[in-house]
């Protein structure tokens, strides 16, 4: 397939690669490797925003390691540096979602017998993994009897579990909680450099941050516990500080409820810094976080 061509061919593309990664069955049963692999070339191998939409979203939900790291990222990472993408833009969008869904302000993927997982359904077993804010991952084991046992890292198993359910079984679970965590490390590594890289002009359009920061079952935990600033399409004016809110609309430093700006997807979006605010303003979201009870993932507010 030559490049530059038919940019129609994604969504049939991007459908063969969800279907050849086994995406949304639950289990790694029906998976096709090669097949995969194929449609991440033929995509990767298509000049078009579309075809790198597609490849984000696939490396985004395909959580099989060696599918994702050798198959997927050498083609994504080719394609992102040959239409230009900064590297700021793909490592925010290169941030698997670990079948993790968003679940209130944190998020939540279980494991199961019969496809009912979200992350495997393929378990003697049922587990939860969930990310209850920007530094902690908690994994529940549920027995057959319906027993439930929770921890944080290190993960620990109940006593029994490995005889009665196997090794394996329990020790892939434990592995993917840990990669959860290195996950959820890497997204507050993400936003914190946000903040200390000299990139305070970064805009983005609502509809391109969305999918990667609050949308993201993982980023969006953290980013939703930071200040952002919205602004109206077409001008320099108009910026309103305020907290993203689960499920949509913002809220001020006072409490009030807001929309997102005018022409949603177009509105632009900027991480809010204290070097633009005055002390008033400061002082402000220092008191509604307090209020709220609201841990930042790092100092975005200053004492």
């Known amino acids: 397939m030559g490049r530059a061509k038919d940019a129609g061919a994604v969504p049939d593309l991007l459908a063969l690669a969800r279907?050849?990664?086994?995406?949304?069955?639950?289990?790694?049963?029906?998976?096709?490797?090669?097949?995969?692999?194929?449609?991440?070339?033929?995509?990767?191998?298509?000049?078009?925003p579309a075809a790198l939409d597609a490849l984000w979203s696939l490396y985004r939900d395909i959580d099989y390691v060696v599918l994702r790291e050798d198959g997927l990222a050498p083609e994504l990472r080719e394609a992102a540096a040959r239409m230009g993408v900064p590297d700021e833009v793909r490592r925010e969008r290169m941030v698997p979602a670990h079948g993790l869904l968003p679940d209130g302000a944190g998020a939540l993927g279980t494991f199961g017998p019969s496809g009912e997982g979200t992350i495997h359904g393929n378990y003697p077993f049922r587990a939860e993994l969930a990310v209850?804010?920007?530094?902690?991952?908690?994994?529940?084991?549920?027995?057959?009897?319906?027993?439930?046992?929770?921890?944080?890292q290190p993960f620990r198993t109940p006593t029994g579990y490995k005889a009665r359910y196997g090794p394996e079984n329990v020790e892939g679970v434990q592995r993917h909680a840990k990669r959860v965590r290195e996950t959820l490390m890497l997204a507050r590594r993400l936003l914190r450099d946000l903040l200390q890289e000299d990139l305070p002009g970064r805009v983005w359009t609502y509809g391109d941050w969305r999918p990667y920061y609050i949308d993201h079952p993982i980023t969006g935990v953290v980013a939703r516990r930071l200040v952002w600033e919205f602004a109206p399409p077409g001008s320099d004016d108009g910026w309103v500080a305020a907290l993203?809110?689960?499920?949509?609309?913002?809220?001020?430093?006072?409490?009030?409820?807001?929309?997102?700006?005018?022409?949603?997807?177009?509105a632009r979006v900027r991480l809010w810094r204290p070097e633009r605010a005055g002390a008033d303003e400061i002082a402000a979201w220092r008191d509604r976080l307090e209020e709220v009870a609201l841990r930042q993932p790092f100092p975005q507010i200053p004492a």
């Open 132 to 152: 209850e804010d920007a530094e902690t991952v908690v994994l529940t084991w549920i027995d057959d009897e319906g027993k439930r046992t929770s921890g944080g």
């Open 19 to 48: 279907s050849a990664a086994a995406l949304g069955t639950g289990s790694a049963v029906g998976r096709n490797d090669v097949l995969a692999k194929g449609a991440f070339w033929a995509l990767a191998d298509i000049d078009a």
């Open 244 to 266: 993203p809110v689960p499920g949509g609309g913002l809220v001020t430093a006072g409490g009030a409820a807001r929309p997102v700006p005018a022409l949603e997807d177009a």
